[in-house]
């Protein structure tokens, strides 16, 4: 069972019921910051009831530089110059502050319980903000998948995971939700939340100067940092941070802001939000090595959907790109965000021939939301079949959903057993209409005892309608040996 670190708020509340052992630890604490003329209060936070490397678990990489310089160039590589975000008039390095969540770019604070995790919390703070940015819309992504699956870390800490979002993506917390433990990796579960590259936002310098993190903040984001978390860190309940203490890093958090009026940072922990300002705190420039390994991510930009009628996604490709396959596959898919629920109809066409092989032959062909091209079930499951060589045999498959608003992905599945089929070219289009323009979708349909049929080894078509009502009817396609 995941142990959670935010049972409460109210901190004076807590301390008068605080054990012996935290009045002492909070009194010392209290007096050292009277002496040092710290700028900030202390007091009993759900952080204190563990110890700091139970929730901290940061480990930064050997040769840091090195490392950094590497990823670096491989993020020159990955980043394109048109994918590059540009966050004009959202804050400039010169602006006298500035906090990506007045601009909707900041998730929730979590809490990652007592499993040293931060590190991936600190991926998914940068993540989540860069996908708010570029796609308009808060994501939750899923902590867990990254901890099961990434192989960056564990419980017992770990470095930041971007890689792992390049190349299998993220699933929605809800499909994956956390349980601050480390389990084995699931399979079952979509994963549409993608990153496109990472990189340090100072490859030559382990803790970047001031002005190199405001313009990383401005150019990509909220950034991924490492802290040193002491204990006077993990009693902080409000106020600047001022500690100033030299040690070594051992906490991810996520860095989303700063005033220069206080002379400090914004950002936002994973102990849930009872600590500091509602999970969040103020940090002096410098403070306690706040900024070390600071990285960007930059999230898949998403087709975005206006709330009227219109096309939201698209593709198309042709003979050149020489679309082949052997088996059951998936022929192209397309990703995209509705801003509210709506109708969404999806429609493919495309040309196909037999590449190797000989006739007859036949095809099934269908749209989905599952990724698995081995999916044989789909609301629009069509057979199409050569009779003759070179023969070109039109492929069409379309069908219509209401989705609710949010990130969303169809594939277009095609199903083949002994032979090679070629796509010579082809289209995949998604369009939606706002339900309140369509109205609602109505259908009634009563089965009659006429419409059971015999069940052959033969491809047939099975058609039920209504006679009161013979313009709504179901039709099924049915394939042979299917039960």
């Known amino acids: 069972m995941a ?19 935290i009045k002492s630890a909070i009194a010392v604490l209290r007096n050292e ?65 500035f906090n990506w969540a007045d601009h909707n770019a900041v998730t929730a604070v979590k809490d990652q319980g007592n499993c040293g995790s931060c590190w991936a919390f600190g991926t998914h703070g940068a993540f989540e903000g860069s996908y708010a940015i570029l796609n308009d819309v808060l994501i939750n992504s899923s902590e867990q998948d990254t901890l099961d699956c990434s192989g960056a870390g564990g419980c017992g800490g770990g470095w930041f995971a971007y890689q792992y979002l ?29 990153a496109v590259a990472w990189g340090y936002v100072d490859s030559t310098h382990e803790i970047p100067t001031v002005e190199a993190l405001k313009q990383a903040l401005c150019e990509y984001g909220p950034l991924g940092v490492a802290v040193n978390v002491t204990s006077a860190f993990q009693a902080y309940t409000g106020g600047v941070f001022n500690e100033n203490d030299p040690g070594n890093v051992n906490h991810a958090v996520t860095l989303i802001g700063w005033d220069d009026a206080k002379q400090a940072w914004r950002i936002k922990n994973s102990w849930g939000q009872g600590w500091g300002e509602n999970g969040l705190m103020w940090i002096t420039y410098g403070s306690n090595s706040i900024g070390y390994g600071a ?62 092989g000989s006739a007859p032959q036949s095809f099934r062909t269908g749209l989905y939301t599952g990724e698995s091209p081995n999916t ?9 079949s050569f009779q003759v060589a070179n023969q070109h045999v039109p492929v069409h498959t379309s069908f219509a959903i209401k989705l609710p608003a949010g990130t969303h992905t169809i594939y277009w599945k095609v199903w083949l057993s002994g032979y090679t089929i070629g796509f010579d070219s082809g289209t995949l289009t998604a369009t939606a209409i706002p339900c309140s323009m369509g109205g609602r979708l109505k259908a009634r349909l009563t089965a009659q005892r006429e419409t059971t049929g015999t069940v052959t080894d033969k491809e047939e078509i099975i058609t039920t309608r209504d006679p009161n009502e013979p313009n709504i009817f179901i039709t099924v396609d049915r394939p042979a040996g299917a039960r």
């Not at 409460?8 to 012996?20: F, Q, V």
């Not at 009227?308 to 042709?318: G, K, L, M, V």
């Not at 044989?376 to 199409?384: D, L």
Request: with cysteine; proline share 4%; net charge positive.
């Open 3 to 21: 142990t959670s670190i935010t049972p409460s708020l109210d901190y004076r509340k807590r301390e008068l019921s605080a054990s012996n052992e």
């Open 33 to 97: 910051g009277a002496k040092k003329k710290w700028t900030f209060q202390i007091g009993y936070t759900t952080a204190m009831d563990w110890k700091i490397e139970q929730i901290t678990g940061m480990k930064a990489p050997d040769n840091f530089l090195e490392h950094s310089k590497k990823q670096n160039a491989l993020a020159k590589a990955l980043l394109k110059t048109e994918q590059k975000p540009l966050f004009s008039g959202r804050g400039a390095p010169g602006d006298p502050q």
């Open 166 to 194: 390049i190349d299998k993506g993220s699933a929605e917390d809800s499909d994956y939700p956390y349980v601050a433990r480390q389990g084995s990796c699931r399979t079952d579960v979509k994963r549409p939340f993608k």
């Open 295 to 356: 990285s960007w991510v930059q999230a898949e930009i998403i087709q975005p959907v206006s709330t009227e009628a219109s096309c939201i996604a698209y593709e198309e490709f042709y003979f050149i790109d020489n679309k082949r396959f052997a088996g059951n596959a998936n022929v192209a898919s397309l990703t995209f965000n509705l801003a509210k629920e709506m109708f969404v109809t999806f429609v493919a066409e495309a040309s196909a021939t037999i590449a190797q």
């Open 376 to 384: 044989m079930f789909t609301a629009s499951y069509r057979v199409g």
